[in-house]
Every structure is written in C-alpha cells, then in structure tokens.
C-alpha cells in the first residue's frame, strides 16, 4: 500500500531555533495535511494544503505543497516550550467510497528552554 | 459542543475477554472513523462509515467489528481481545467524506492486552 516516509523522526533542539520536517511519498496527493499531538490527545489539524506549489502559513508554522504532489514540508520558526509533540503529516485522495488519508509515522519534538 | 468523545479513557483487558469501545460525536458528522495508533507507525484506519447503517473496511480492520445504528454513535467492538491489539484507539468524525481534511479526532483510548 501507499506509504509516507515523514523525517526526522525526532528532534531535540533548543528554544527558539528554527525546526523542519518533511514527507515523502512514491505517490501522488490531492492534499496534503499536518497534524500535531500533544500527549494524551487526538491529533489536531493545523494547516491543510489543496494545490501543488501551495505555501500556506499559520502563525509561526509553514507548510509548503511539493510541486511534484509527491511531497511537503513544515517549518516551524522560533520554537517555543508549547510546541513540544508529536508532528503527523498525512496525504489525502478523495475516491471511491472511502478516500484515502494516509500518515505518516511522525516527528516527535522536544524543545528545551 | 462536546466534539468527539471516547470511552473509556483506558482499559485493561485478559486476552480472550471482549468490549466495546464508544465513540460519539454531536456535530452532526456523517463519516466517522477508527484509527489505530501504534508506536512508530503513525495511524492506521480500522473501519469507517460514511452514515447511519453503513460501514465499510480500512487499512487493518482484522479482530474489530462496527456498526453504525445512530449518526452520533460509532462503537468499535473487540470480540475476543489479543496482545496484538494493545494500542492507543482514536475515533474521528467529519461533516461527509469529501471533509476528511477536516476530521475532528477524540482523545483516545489507551487499551492493553494481556
């Protein structure tokens, strides 16, 4: 089946670096989709991407739609404390009955102060 | 709105023993789905509906069974529980299929399998 190589797959890194993570896949998405996880909780969305070449922004996080569809990536500037989880990207085909979300298996960020 | 709620928060069950984990939503969501989520292996789908009387299979849908009676209820049953499926399971809802880049995700259930 269709899988997602999401890199690194953890990062330590010192408040207020900058961080940047990315998915790869050998298929095609029609949107691509970034979710963080605090521990304990659901994923929640935080940005969605609909077209190839798409740079979208929210807050401090940008997300970039990879020309090829094939790819994305997230940039997260002057990282703070809160920012600490588990970051999920995730590829999305509408078809047939089910559509098709895929994730990847997720960076997981520490950030100390 | 209460979102998407799970129960229960976590559970411990003997290997053979069944439950039932709940998942309802007051959103008025038609699709709703199971997910999986395993260590490394980010989430995996188990089952969806896309409305009240029809399911469908996902990516590992082997040990679990759904149904869909009511738009806001969607339980997932484990008829005879394995270590296998020790896991952190997460039930998820949208407005329709085409809105999966808007699925709303419950806290989870924290299940272990002895």
């Known amino acids: 089946g269709q899988q997602l190589n999401q890199s690194p797959q953890s990062m330590f890194i010192q408040e207020g670096e900058d961080v940047s993570m990315n998915c790869t896949s050998s298929?095609?998405?029609?949107?691509w989709l970034w979710y963080k996880q605090e521990p304990g909780e659901g994923p929640v969305l935080l940005i969605a991407?609909?077209?190839?070449?798409e740079l979208t922004s929210n807050g401090r996080l940008t997300a970039q739609f990879g020309i090829t569809r094939k790819d994305s990536f997230l940039n997260i500037s002057a990282s703070i404390p809160s920012d600490v989880g588990i970051y999920f990207c995730?590829?999305?085909?509408?078809?047939?009955?089910?559509?098709?979300?895929?994730f990847g298996k997720g960076t997981k960020l520490s950030v100390k102060p | 709105n209460a979102g998407v709620t799970q129960t229960p928060k976590f559970q411990v069950l003997k290997t053979g023993q069944s439950m039932t984990l709940q998942c309802a939503q007051d959103?008025?969501?038609?699709?709703m789905s199971w997910y999986r989520q395993d260590p490394g292996m980010g989430l995996r789908l188990i089952h969806y509906?896309?409305?009240?009387?029809?399911?469908d299979q996902g990516e590992v849908p082997n040990g679990y069974n759904v149904s869909r009676s009511t738009t806001e209820d969607f339980p997932l049953r484990l008829l005879s529980a394995a270590p296998s499926q020790t896991s952190v399971y997460f039930c998820?809802?949208?407005?329709?299929?085409?809105?999966?880049?808007?699925?709303?995700f419950g806290p989870g259930t924290r299940l272990t399998v002895l």
């Open positions: 298929s095609i998405f029609n949107t």
């Open positions: 509906s896309v409305g009240a009387g029809i399911t």
């Open positions: 995730a590829g999305l085909n509408y078809g047939g009955s089910q559509g098709n979300l895929i």
């Open positions: 991407l609909y077209k190839a070449g």
């Open positions: 959103m008025n969501h038609e699709y």
């Open positions: 998820a809802s949208s407005y329709r299929l085409t809105g999966l880049n808007e699925q709303f």
